[in-house]
């Protein structure tokens, strides 16, 4: 259908419909444009360049659907969540955002498949053709692939996984929740600033210690089964390269090469022993064999820093104040993190930041109100 086409009797809903629709694309536009200004590797950086013009293509679209039903489609801006992810991916990095704009990809790629404006045209399938090539993009590319071999293929078989965005938030979410019932639970059972202080900082200690230490074994146990792997595909691929090749020709056929081309692709990688083991490694196996997981102490290190950084939020009033009034700034303090939490977790979900960062604040202070109520109780009763 073209955009000048009549549409027949468009509604109110309609035209909600294709301001959404030019909303998100706006949005995925603008976030692509960053990843790929950010994104080191050129070859990647061509992708998410690619990506980009595709989504400005679709956001044109709807704006001339917009414009044929007599509305106007507004200057283009991106929305709050859009420039978040775009600030993020330009300051630490497109690997930051990429798990979850993958996940967004895979959530919304069927979204135009029942709009009837869509039909006829490309956008369907290209919406899926991006959910698949950033599926694969998160999950690392085999060495030695080119472009628009990347550009063809169905994606891993896994979900993109690995999202420190999604870590560090919820990380400080548990420090701030955590610590604020500790500190209101022992302010409730009317003990002096210094105790509440100190149960505070033992708290922000003791739960960042068993984060940092939790997470320490859940990477590194993870990290010895992964060796384990490799060494076994290794080992496999010097025994029966002719097996080990063929299996990977199906891997990349499967994800929907020609078999002539998954063929050489597959000999290709095979001529060199490393080459093929990270192939393999991560083919098969899912994992990058340069990581393989990730490192341990990194993971410890940033559980133990981003706990006490949540942790530390409701303590702050107490270096400064004491009584009534510190119980009530470190509720303000405990406050205004929740909300900005909530709204940062708006970033992974694609809820509106007011609906989560809201949902946060409640659910927060009823465990700070339960725990406070207690700690009354309980001071009550061993007086």
């Known amino acids: 259908m073209s955009a000048d086409q009549p549409s027949l009797a468009p509604s109110a809903a309609d035209e909600a419909r294709f301001r959404a629709n030019l909303q998100g694309e706006i949005d995925s536009a603008a976030v692509y444009r960053a990843m790929a200004s950010a994104e080191k590797s050129a070859q990647l950086s061509s992708v998410y360049d690619r990506l980009a013009e595709v989504e400005e293509r679709h956001l044109g679209f709807w704006e001339e659907r917009l414009r044929s039903i007599g509305a106007d489609p507004e200057p283009r801006r991106p929305s709050w969540r859009a420039q978040t992810m775009a600030f993020l991916a330009r300051r630490f990095g497109p690997r930051l955002v ?16 029942d709009q009837p404006e869509t039909a006829g045209t490309s956008m369907r399938d290209q919406e899926r053709s991006h959910a698949r090539v950033l599926r694969f993009v998160a ?31 919820l990380g400080a979410n548990d420090g701030l929740t955590s610590n604020l019932a500790l500190v209101m639970g022992v302010a409730g059972a009317q003990f002096k600033s210094t105790v509440i202080l100190i149960a505070g ?12 230490i939790g997470e320490w074994v859940s990477v590194q146990s993870a990290r010895e089964l992964s060796q384990r792997q490799v060494h076994t595909e290794a080992a496999e691929i010097r025994s029966v390269p002719d097996e080990e090749e063929e299996e990977l020709a199906l891997i990349y056929e499967a994800k929907g090469l020609p078999q002539g081309e998954a ?24 994992l990058d064999p340069s990581t393989l997981g990730g490192s341990p102490y990194s993971a410890g290190g940033s559980s133990f820093v981003l706990f006490a950084l949540g942790a530390i939020i409701p303590l702050v009033p107490y270096f400064f104040v004491s009584g009534t009034a510190a119980v009530v700034a470190a509720i303000m303090a405990a406050a205004s993190g929740l909300f900005v939490i909530g709204a940062l977790i708006s970033l992974l979900t694609g809820r509106n930041p007011l609906y989560s960062g809201s949902r946060q604040l409640i659910f927060g202070l009823l465990a700070a109100g339960v725990t406070f109520g207690l700690g009354r109780l309980i001071g009550a009763a061993v007086a």
Do not use: W
Not at 98 to 113: I, K
Not at 142 to 166: F, I, K, S, V, W
Not at 202 to 212: E, I, P, R, V, W
């Open 98 to 113: 990429l798990p979850t704009v993958a996940t967004f990809e895979q959530v919304d790629q069927g979204d135009y498949d």
């Open 139 to 169: 999950g690392g590319s085999p060495q030695g692939l080119a472009g628009e071999t990347l550009a063809r293929l169905e994606g891993r078989h896994r979900a993109p996984g690995g999202n420190a965005l999604r870590a560090a938030v």
């Open 201 to 212: 900082l033992t708290g922000l200690l003791a739960g960042a210690f068993s984060m940092a």
């Open 263 to 286: 063929e050489q692709v597959a000999a290709r990688l095979m001529e060199d022993e490393q080459g093929a083991l990270d192939a393999m490694v991560r083919e098969e196996l899912g």
